[in-house]
């Protein structure tokens, strides 16, 4: 039986280890910056932390196809993934430079720069998103995509949580207790040190040509594979049912994203507001569903490769949803906090895990080789737009019909993403149901 080359997904995953590094970084420091630094009131500061989302939605899929056209010495991704994280890494240390000196002598002109900075970091970050994770699936033969797929979020929470030890030590809050002003700048330069290792061991121990050629080979051996069929003019073009397929699994992915952020956002507000709990309580309600998620990664990858991807994500589907309606129960009966809570958040991980596994395997599964960056684009395209819709919708729902509406409008977007998966007939793999796959361990 074919087997997943662990050391090379885990190799490959440290380029989602910096990229998650980076994220968990940014969403925490940036706004602080935004607000106590510059001064800017929320709504301001949340415009601005919406940029990503709204530069990805265009950036992400044109990335990823136009790696998928790139004829690099290096390789299709890896060009991307070195010259990107430079760009970053350099735009990034500017940042706390800015900040500082804003800090010690106030200027329009240094305000202006530091989003000008901010703006550039985006697109940078922007440029090999795609080609990073589309990295993976170039190299892993299909049916084993969810298995690869588990280590490379397994890499990226690991790059998280990395990030979370690096500011508890060097920020607690006995250190910053006090101070006008907080030098961010020891922070940015650790976070791109791990960005810049990250790299390192990617364009060092990835010999992306040669995974490729493999792949290559592997293609020419199974080509049932290969969803894709020729039209009028000789194009590969998709079929109409696995076009369908697509798109309904597409749409699946923003609705239970529409499901998952809008609670993931809100929860904390909510939890204060009915529960009457403190931030830190609530906050450990959403560690725990992080962990319990982290936890069921590699559990779910296994469950796929033998009940299958589209299996799996139903079954974490119907779990997030049972976890998001018992919320709603439990809200009705029970006005206080309660340890049965953190069993609902532990339940609520798993299905995430269950579903985002999995998810964009089956996206990338329906395309030809020369196609992964896109298709990747085409996933995160949907993802970000229900994250940026999400918090918008589910925040006026709670302002403005009531903060009882939070657990039954994710109970609800998740149920629908089950209606529209029951649409999807392509893009499932399982390894125990085809033969010959023990080839690909003997390619050189």
Not at 174 to 182: R, Y
Request: net charge neutral; proline share 4%; aromatic share 12%.
């Amino acid at each position: 039986m074919m087997k997943l080359d662990v050391k090379k997904t885990v190799q490959i995953g440290f380029a989602f280890l910096s990229i998650c590094a980076f994220w968990q970084m940014y969403n925490s420091i940036i706004p602080l910056i935004l607000t106590d630094t510059f001064h800017m009131n929320e709504t301001y500061s949340g415009v601005i932390m919406a940029m990503d989302n709204v530069l990805a939605l265009f950036m992400l899929p044109f990335f990823g196809a136009l790696s998928d056209k790139s004829k690099a010495k290096m390789g299709r991704r890896r060009p991307f993934i070195l010259y990107g994280t430079i760009a970053a890494v350099i735009l990034m240390i500017l940042l706390p430079l800015v900040d500082n000196s804003y800090f010690a002598n106030p200027s329009t002109g240094k305000q202006a720069l530091f989003i000008g900075i901010l703006g550039a970091l985006l697109v940078a970050m922007g440029t090999y998103r795609s080609p990073a994770v589309a990295l993976m699936s170039d190299c892993t033969p299909k049916p084993l995509r969810s298995k690869a797929n588990a280590i490379i979020n397994l890499m990226g929470a690991l790059g998280g949580v990395i990030y979370l030890a690096v500011a508890k030590i060097l920020y607690s809050s006995d250190k910053v207790a006090g101070l006008d002003h907080v030098n961010y700048l020891t922070l940015f330069l650790v976070v791109a040190g791990i960005m810049l290792v990250s790299i390192c061991i990617v364009m060092i121990t990835v010999d992306e040509v040669s995974l490729n050629k493999k792949m290559e080979n592997y293609e020419l051996l199974h080509p049932e594979d290969n969803l894709a069929v020729a039209d009028e003019s000789g194009k590969e073009v998709l079929p109409a049912d696995v076009k369908r397929s697509l798109i309904f699994l597409l749409l699946s992915v923003s609705l239970w994203f529409i499901a998952y952020n809008g609670m993931e956002t809100w929860f904390t507000t909510y939890a204060v507001n009915m529960w009457h709990m403190a931030l830190g309580d609530a906050s450990f309600c959403l560690l725990v569903a992080t962990v319990g998620a982290i936890l069921c990664y590699i559990p779910s990858g296994l469950i796929a490769t033998k009940a299958g991807r589209k299996i799996t994500i139903i079954l974490g589907i119907v779990i997030l949803a049972s976890s998001f309606l018992g919320g709603f129960i439990y809200t009705v009966i029970y006005p206080e906090f309660s340890p049965f809570l953190y069993v609902l958040f532990a339940c609520v991980g798993i299905g995430w895990a269950f579903i985002n596994v999995n998810s964009l395997p089956m996206v990338v599964e329906m395309c030809k080789g020369s196609d992964i960056g896109r298709f990747t684009g085409y996933y995160y395209t949907f993802s970000m737009a229900a994250q940026i819709i999400t918090p918008i919708f589910a925040g006026w729902l709670l302002s403005d019909v009531g903060y009882m509406t939070l657990f039954p409008y994710a109970t609800i977007f998740a149920i629908l993403s089950l209606l529209t998966m029951l649409f999807v007939k392509h893009g499932d793999g399982n390894v125990e149901a085809k033969k010959g796959l023990e080839a690909f361990e003997d390619m050189d």
